[in-house]
């Protein structure tokens, strides 16, 4: 099930498949909790392009995360980085998307609670 949009956000570079998220927790580093990480969302499988930099991934088992990608050792299976919290190696990816903008954002008490949260 795709989230529906829960607040507008100018972005000049939009497309009609600019998609945010908002950041939940710390660790990230320097970014904040509840900026909002823009990215294109096409849904496709990890690509040379998002390798080393900070993405929304979306692994097999449903999550959806903000991690730098790093390529795994093992086939179809990615590292995904954090700056500050436990690293998780070799896992398998449904798509990847780099992130394309981040804005810092302080949404109100009713877009807070309709905003889906990546980790």
């Known amino acids: 099930m795709k989230p529906q949009p829960v607040a507008s956000v100018a972005y000049p570079q939009q497309t009609p498949h600019t998609a945010a998220r908002?950041?939940?927790?710390?660790?990230?580093?320097?970014?904040?909790d509840g900026?909002?990480?823009?990215?294109?969302?096409?849904?496709?499988p990890p690509a040379e392009a998002a390798v080393d930099e900070?993405?929304?991934?979306?692994?097999?088992?449903?999550?959806?995360?903000?991690?730098?990608?790093k390529r795994?050792?093992?086939?179809?299976?990615?590292?995904?980085?954090?700056v500050t919290g436990e690293q998780e190696l070799d896992v398998p990816v449904t798509w990847a998307e780099p992130v394309t903008l981040i804005l810092p954002f302080k949404p109100s008490d009713e877009q807070a609670l309709r905003m889906l949260p990546v980790a």
């Open 22 to 32: 908002m950041l939940r927790g710390h660790r990230m580093g320097a970014l904040k």
């Open 54 to 69: 900070l993405c929304i991934v979306q692994t097999a088992d449903h999550r959806c995360l903000a991690r730098i990608l």
């Open 72 to 82: 795994g050792r093992r086939p179809n299976c990615w590292d995904l980085l954090t």
């Open 35 to 44: 900026w909002l990480l823009l990215y294109e969302a096409l849904d496709r």
